[in-house]
């Protein structure tokens, strides 16, 4: 199984940087999911690692250490719209079973 | 448009009802999975499948029975909701790829069960 940890809340400024960590202990990692949440709708899928290292995507970058059982979601140039919940999600090498973090609440203030 | 289709939307219903939400997706995807989120506890797995007639238990599956008999359909039945099923319901699908089994959620279903 996996035990995921992410913090529940953080709040920053528009235009700053957030970062979002992620620590996980499973019984077998195959892949980590980084998802993003607006209040009353469906996750949508931002990111994933598999490797160690960083991935980045335009504003939005993620970072893996697989020995660390380790991961962040790095958002740069705040804007309003991207206060919402970011869930960190870990795929077991059962390869079919995906296990969410409870997720943080990024809180964007002008 | 690809999407992962819920309905009903919103239920409220009452303890011992039986009720079906019914999920559906247009992608042609092999894998499907229920999960219901409840507050400070994030997604759990229900159920999950990973093709027609292959389903297996997630992380909190009493309760609830699923179904895959075509491809692109996944069920969740509810055959005597309790009050402790109210919660927010999604049904993903997911298929083999690059970046691996990236999950496409439907729009949810907002339980409530008297």
């Known amino acids: 199984g996996q035990n995921i940890d992410q913090p529940t809340e953080m709040t920053a400024t528009e235009g700053a940087i957030v970062q979002i960590n992620c620590t996980y202990q499973t019984s077998g990692f195959n892949g980590l999911f980084w998802y993003q949440q607006h209040a009353g709708e469906a996750p949508t899928f931002l990111s994933y690692n598999v490797l160690d290292g960083l991935e980045e995507k335009g504003r939005f970058s993620s970072f893996l250490s697989r020995s660390k059982g380790y991961s962040y979601l790095l958002l740069k140039e705040l804007q309003m719209k991207d206060s919402a919940s970011y869930l960190c999600a870990v795929r077991d090498r059962n390869d079919y079973k995906l296990s969410f973090g409870a997720g943080t609440t990024v809180t964007v203030r002008a | ?114």
């Not at chain 2, 992608?27 to 507050?39: A, F, L």
């Not at chain 2, 997630?58 to 919660?87: H, W």
Request: glycine share 8%; proline share 5%; with cysteine.
């Open chain 2, 1 to 114: 448009e690809a999407q992962v289709t819920q309905n009903p939307r919103y239920l409220i219903t009452v303890t011992g009802k039986k009720l079906t939400v019914t999920c559906s997706q247009n992608m042609n995807h092999e894998y499907m999975s229920w999960y219901r989120q409840d507050p400070g506890l994030g997604l759990r797995q229900i159920y999950y499948s990973m093709n027609v007639e292959v389903t297996d238990k997630g992380d909190v599956p009493e309760g609830y029975k699923v179904s895959r008999k075509e491809k692109r359909n996944f069920p969740l039945i509810l055959e005597s909701p309790s009050p402790n099923q109210t919660s927010l319901y999604f049904c993903a699908s997911s298929s083999r790829g690059r970046l691996g089994d990236i999950q496409y959620f439907g729009a949810g279903t907002r339980l409530s069960v008297l």
